[in-house]
């Protein structure tokens, strides 16, 4: 195992209701004005927005508010954000929806209080100090709510890129399974795949002995295999709502990823399709994992047999780990069909005729080397056959 430092100092409340703390929670971590940040109108039409109005409104903290935040954020609304916090002289951003309500928050938080461009950070300048960060998290997916990471997209050029930074690490996170009930299948699917792909991504790694965090990511990645389909049957099953929402926060706020090289290949070849096409990002990775795994998994064969053995139930094979890594993969696949993802480029409203270009910004956007540096080394011409993969 490696040697790594650990540091998630986020506040989670977690169950039935909770929304209604979020005043107390916003004065206990410093906040005297807040802004309400929301996305394209669900947290209106449940009713969330009001409580969350009025359990500030009950702890004496000023707030105004900016919504119209679209899946697959975007710069525009972030600088339309930092200059009304600025002018509000506002202490606090309180995000209310998902992992692109948050990330929009994360970077607006960050942006009021340095006086570049915000985009700097996206470029890989890391984030060290924001206005503080509250989260009352309305889907189970990106894992935003824990994570010290924001991915925004750059409406200049259409491209989409992380930030990250201990700055932005939630001061509170307010999980109710509950606010979970109103997701329709395909986006609780989404979610789902995004959940799956955040464990995949630190499998697949190239340290060796980190059998506490395999077996970690194998028992979340099992939970979200019995627990997921139950949530798309029954969306008001708030148990399975309860344990794939837990997952979500464990699956990425890294602590199945400590001391390990890990991959996030498949991460970024998804931005490529989510900038490009809009697409969900769960159902970006449903069709790019396979895909992925489909091309690369020589690099360590055994490595993604054990997935295929421990999380799919295939049967060992130490004679031809080859076929039992191939045949987990096909579970993947199977899986993702199941609960209704896509698993084509096509499906995604992909063409053929973009892949030079999905590939060529992949690899040398925004001052890239020419490769991808994860599990395994890719070049230009590796990743537009994992697209040519998908189709
Ligand atoms: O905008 P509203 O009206 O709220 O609708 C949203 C949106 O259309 C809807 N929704 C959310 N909660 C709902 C609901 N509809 C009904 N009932 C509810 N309770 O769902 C749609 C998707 O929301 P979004 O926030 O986009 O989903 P998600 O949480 O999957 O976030 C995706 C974004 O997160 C980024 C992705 O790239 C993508 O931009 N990621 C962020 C990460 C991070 N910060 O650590 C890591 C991830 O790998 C990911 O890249
Ligand atoms: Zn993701």
């Not at 070849?269 to 490009?276: F, G, K, M, T, V």
């Amino acid at each position: 195992m490696d040697n790594f430092t650990f540091y998630s100092p986020t506040y989670f409340v977690f169950g039935k209701e909770e929304e209604n703390q979020a005043g107390k929670l916003v004065r206990r971590f410093g906040g005297s004005k807040v802004l309400i940040h929301y996305g394209g109108g669900s947290v209106v039409r449940s009713g969330l927005l009001d409580r969350v109005r009025k359990s500030l409104e009950e702890a004496g903290i000023a707030s105004v508010e900016l919504g119209g935040v679209r899946p697959n954020p975007r710069s525009g609304l972030v600088y339309q954000g930092i200059e009304l916090c600025r002018k509000e002289k506002v202490d606090f951003v309180l995000a209310v929806g998902g992992g692109s309500v948050i990330d929009s928050a994360k970077a607006i938080a960050a942006g009021t209080i340095y006086e570049g461009d915000f985009w700097d950070f996206y470029m890989g300048k890391t984030i060290e100090k924001a206005l503080p960060i509250g989260t009352i998290l309305t889907i189970a997916a990106a894992g935003s709510e824990g994570s010290g990471d924001s991915v925004i997209t750059n409406e200049n050029g259409m491209f989409k890129r992380g930030a990250t930074g201990e700055g932005i690490r939630p001061s509170f996170s307010i999980l109710n399974p509950q606010l979970t009930t109103t997701l329709p299948p395909f986006q609780t699917a989404c979610g789902i795949t995004d959940i799956m792909a955040h464990l995949m991504e630190r499998y697949l790694t190239n340290t060796k002995d980190v059998v506490t965090t395999d077996r970690m990511i194998e028992g979340l990645m099992l939970a979200m295999i019995e627990e997921g389909p139950k949530a798309i049957k029954d969306p008001l099953d708030y148990e399975a709502r309860a344990n794939i929402m837990w997952a979500g926060m464990m699956a990425h706020n890294n602590s199945c990823g400590v001391g390990r090289s890990q991959d996030w290949n498949s991460h970024d070849i998804e931005h490529e399709l989510s900038a490009l096409y809009d697409c969900a990002h769960g159902a970006g990775l449903a069709v790019t994992f396979p895909a992925y795994l489909g091309y690369v998994y020589r690099h360590d064969t055994d490595r993604i047999a054990q997935l295929a053995v421990r999380v799919w139930g295939c049967k060992d094979d130490p004679k031809n780990r080859e076929k039992v890594a191939l045949e987990g993969i096909e579970k993947l696949r199977a899986f993702s069909r199941s609960i209704g993802m896509p698993v084509t480029l096509g499906e995604l409203g992909g063409r053929e005729e973009d892949i030079p270009k999905l590939a060529h910004t992949c690899c040398y956007g925004d001052g890239r080397d020419g490769f991808m540096h994860g599990f395994a080394k890719l070049s230009e011409e590796d990743v537009a056959n994992i697209y040519r993969r998908m189709l």
